[in-house]
């Protein structure tokens, strides 16, 4: 049996485990199989939460992972230390003047506790083939940015993300990709003033 000591002690924690903040804050967690056979089986699953207590408009970061855009949206490592080749798009991304262009896919709008998973299939943007088959561990880019609703500004926001994500990779290690232009503009999906593919 608990003595009250111990049965306050852990209502304490459980409260502050689920309190929200007065602050703004996200929290970012990984996931997705934990054996993956072949590099076109490596998905990982961004899950994006506002752990705040006010609604955020978080801006679309084609580096980051509220976008599936391939670019080096993660920090990889084999247990080895070896790190695979990042062979995905670098793009140019200004958060001002997305912010201010507005665009509606230019946001993810996230009420205090709701979340946004977001699938990101590695293959499009790594090639495992030197640091060879085994474990590895996966971090995501943790920096947002919200806009200030009064300001219409953006706000940097780094996320919380308490674990990597660790999978085992084995089996094919790259894939071909089809060729991406240099400069290849994705207009369908951003506005061209606020955003380029630097280079492939
Ligand atoms: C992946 O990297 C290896 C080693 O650098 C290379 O030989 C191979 O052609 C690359 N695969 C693809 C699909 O680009």
Do not use: C, W
């Amino acid at each position: 049996m608990f003595s009250a000591f111990f049965r306050s002690t852990l209502v304490a924690l459980v409260a502050s485990a689920v309190a929200v903040s007065a602050a703004p804050g996200l929290q970012l967690a990984l996931s997705g199989a934990d054996k993956v056979d072949g590099l076109n089986n490596l998905k990982i699953i961004a899950t994006v939460t506002n752990t705040g207590d006010e609604t955020l408009k978080v801006l679309n970061d084609p580096r980051g992972p509220l976008s599936q855009m391939p670019t080096e949206t993660f920090a990889i490592s084999h247990d080895s230390g070896a790190v695979p080749a990042f062979t995905g798009v670098r793009v140019k991304y200004v958060p001002s003047v997305a912010a201010k262009v507005g665009k509606e896919d230019a946001f993810t709008i996230l009420a205090p506790g709701e979340s946004i998973n977001v699938e990101h299939d590695l293959s499009a943007a790594y090639n495992f083939t030197s640091s060879g088959a085994g474990q590895y561990s996966f971090a995501a880019v943790n920096r947002f940015h919200f806009v200030d609703p009064e300001t219409g500004a953006p706000v940097e926001l780094y996320a919380d993300q308490p674990d990597a994500h660790v999978a085992s990779v084995s089996g094919p290690l790259s894939i071909a990709r089809r060729s991406v232009t240099k400069r290849e503009t994705y207009t369908g999906m951003y506005t061209k003033q606020y955003y380029e593919t630097l280079q492939s």
